[in-house]
């Protein structure tokens, strides 16, 4: 069946690139998506790219899509003490509508 | 635009009981979707509703099962209550089949 796979920490310097990694397997997916999740709350939509595209970037967020290697990767450019959460990579279970499958989540840390 | 709501945020009850949990969606937002989230099996997908139907179901027992309104309105109940019921009960909506909307969570603790 459809697996997600995320490291599940990350440690970076405030005012550094995060790049949060992600693989999965399942290859009819048509979006894959990036959530995040701060303590204490839901999960909150931080960006989505297509299939077809290659890279997507929404203003500190790029996301990059290799379909061949089925790697999916988010960055954030200038990490703030802001961005500490738990960010979670997600793909649509084939043919599954909205059942989305998460990866484990990676907690991205952000010291000064 | 209102986010997605869900009641109670908080929920404690024992073992053997039942619970119900609501998840009023996005206005529009025709699909509600429900996840639960444990720390030892992180987000897993239970069932989804659109248009009162339930289109998608995940590998929860039968004990887990939920509706949706002609209002889009849903609920989720979990019968006979075990201490693994313990979790986050997610709730997401959606107006098209790519973004889901997630609502802030009902804690479940079962003694």
């Known amino acids: 069946g459809e697996d997600v796979e995320q490291s599940l920490f990350l440690s970076v310097r405030e005012g550094d690139s995060s790049v949060i990694n992600c693989t999965y397997t399942?290859?009819?997916?048509?979006?894959l998506y990036w959530y995040k999740q701060e303590p204490g709350a839901g999960l909150q939509l931080l960006t989505y790219?297509?299939?077809?595209?290659d890279m997507k970037q929404d203003q500190r967020l790029t996301v990059l899509l290799n379909k061949k290697d089925k790697h999916l990767s988010l960055r954030i450019a200038d990490t703030q003490t802001g961005d500490s959460a738990i960010y979670f990579c997600?793909?649509?279970?084939?043919?599954?509508?909205?059942?989305?499958?998460f990866g484990a989540g990676t907690r991205l840390a952000v010291h000064p | 635009k209102a986010g997605v709501t869900q009641t109670p945020r908080y929920l404690i009850k024992t073992r053997g009981q039942q619970v119900t949990l609501s998840c009023s969606p996005i206005?529009?937002?025709?699909?509600v979707s429900w996840y639960q989230q444990t720390p030892g099996q992180g987000l897993q997908f239970l069932f989804e509703?659109?248009?009162?139907?339930?289109?998608n179901k995940g590998n929860f027992p039968g004990r887990f099962s939920g509706r949706q309104f002609s209002n889009s309105r849903s609920e989720m109940n979990v019968s006979t209550l075990e201490l693994g019921d313990s979790a986050l009960y997610l709730c997401?909506?959606?107006?098209?089949?790519?973004?889901?909307?997630f609502g802030p969570g009902t804690r479940l603790t079962v003694l």
């Open positions: 997401a909506s959606s107006v098209r089949d790519n973004e889901q909307f």
């Open positions: 399942d290859s009819s997916s048509t979006y």
């Open positions: 790219i297509f299939s077809n595209m």
């Open positions: 997600a793909v649509p279970f084939s043919g599954g509508y909205n059942k989305l499958i």
């Open positions: 206005s529009g937002h025709r699909s």
């Open positions: 509703y659109f248009s009162e139907t339930q289109r």
